[in-house]
């Protein structure tokens, strides 16, 4: 099977999501997130990158265009995304800061998993990983736009979900860890 050239499509798309992941910060931060324009704005920028997460990995995969940097930058790339928008909606726009730190300790976990088993095999992503994965950003877009009261009540609901869903397969990821692990211990 050729290898995949490292400057391609799916590896582009990675590099935005980096470039787009201070791009948004700067808004949030620089805005407040007060005003709705400036709101309106990092939702946009988030929404452009988190599409950028599922268009990569297609891309990759359809196109047989895996290659190790986009296998280390795209989960780098998500986790910053995720991660900084979590503590940016903390921050400003009334997030429980227990609902980023369950979040960002669970995301911490799974990366840890997924070394500790490494030599073992690969742990991939599951549906339950993509489902909590489209419940955050929808839950992170939800709070980020200027929606008026009560809909933007809906924002903390959705970010529960989110949060139970991401718990859920958290778990799931350690016992598919332990598993591997042994089944790799007794080879």
């Not at 309106?40 to 359809?62: E, M």
């Amino acid at each position: 099977m050729p290898v995949a050239p490292l400057v391609n499509p799916a590896n582009a798309l990675t590099a935005l999501r980096i470039v787009l992941v201070p791009v948004f910060v700067w808004i949030a931060v620089a805005s407040h997130l007060v005003a709705a324009d400036w709101r309106i704005a990092a939702c946009v920028v988030f929404c452009v990158a988190s599409v950028t997460d599922f268009a990569d990995g297609w891309l990759a995969r359809s196109r047989n265009l895996v290659t190790p940097f986009g296998k280390v930058a795209d989960p780098i790339a998500d986790k910053a995304l995720t991660g900084s928008a979590l503590i940016v909606l903390s921050a400003y726009a009334g997030l429980p800061w227990w609902m980023t730190a369950v979040i960002l300790a669970r995301e911490a976990g799974v990366t840890a998993l997924r070394f500790w088993v490494l030599r073992h095999g690969v742990i991939a992503a599951s549906r339950g990983g993509k489902v909590k994965t489209v419940l955050q950003i929808v839950a992170i877009a939800w709070y980020l736009f200027p929606w008026p009261d009560p809909l933007s009540g809906l924002g903390f609901w959705i970010m529960l979900l989110a949060l139970l869903v991401t718990v859920g397969t958290g778990f799931d990821y350690v016992f598919r860890a332990v598993a591997l692990r042994r089944r790799g211990s007794a080879t």
